[in-house]
């Protein structure tokens, strides 16, 4: 039987959480959803949006996480996962599997994404390069 226990109720509104910088990249702003607190660590929910135009992007890495999702809420993102370069536009819906590497190096300036990760402290780790990344496209 499910443990109703292990996590509690939350419910965050658009104004409870503000979008912040120091997460992850710092090109991009966070706004938490109160997941990992619910959960007490095993899931994290945040809102990730553009904050500045892509340079160099995440550069080529792996997540240390049992399951990720990504899903584009608004805008476009380029990623190469391994040797395919992949468009994921408002509406799609990516899952990275385990330990797949990975490189984010062009979005939109509206780009936002819901990204849904277990364990909520996942580790992002700098790997060999899979392929050549294409250059971004300048914000105008």
Same mark, same amino acid.
């Given at each position: 039987?499910?443990?109703?226990?292990?996590?509690?109720?939350?419910?965050?509104?658009?104004?409870?959480?503000?979008?912040?910088?120091?997460?992850?990249?710092?090109?991009?702003?966070?706004?938490?959803?109160?997941?990992?607190?619910?959960?007490?660590?095993?899931?994290?929910?945040?809102?990730?949006?553009?904050?500045?135009? #892509?340079?160099?992007?995440?550069?080529?890495?792996?997540?240390? +996480? /049992? &399951?990720?999702? @990504?899903?584009?809420?608004?805008?476009?993102?380029?990623?190469?996962?391994?040797?395919?370069?992949?468009?994921?536009?408002?509406?799609?819906?990516?899952?990275?599997?385990?330990?797949?590497?990975?490189?984010?190096?062009?979005?939109? #300036?509206?780009?936002?994404?819901?990204?849904?990760?277990?364990? +909520? /402290? &996942?580790?992002? @780790?700098?790997?060999?390069?899979?392929?050549?990344?294409?250059?971004?496209?300048?914000?105008?």
């Amino acid at each position: 039987m499910l443990d109703r226990t292990a996590t509690k109720f939350s419910h965050v509104k658009p104004g409870d959480t503000d979008y912040v910088g120091g997460g992850l990249r710092d090109f991009f702003l966070y706004r938490d959803l109160g997941i990992a607190d619910a959960t007490h660590g095993k899931v994290i929910a945040h809102l990730v949006k553009a904050n500045l135009p #892509p340079e160099k992007g995440t550069g080529w890495h792996r997540h240390e +996480a /049992d &399951f990720q999702i @990504v899903i584009m809420v608004k805008g476009w993102a380029r990623f190469m996962y391994e040797d395919q370069e992949t468009l994921v536009e408002a509406g799609d819906v990516v899952h990275q599997r385990p330990g797949i590497r990975h490189y984010l190096f062009d979005y939109s #300036p509206d780009m936002e994404y819901l990204e849904i990760v277990s364990p +909520a /402290d &996942f580790k992002s @780790v700098d790997v060999e390069p899979a392929a050549e990344v294409p250059e971004a496209t300048p914000w105008k």
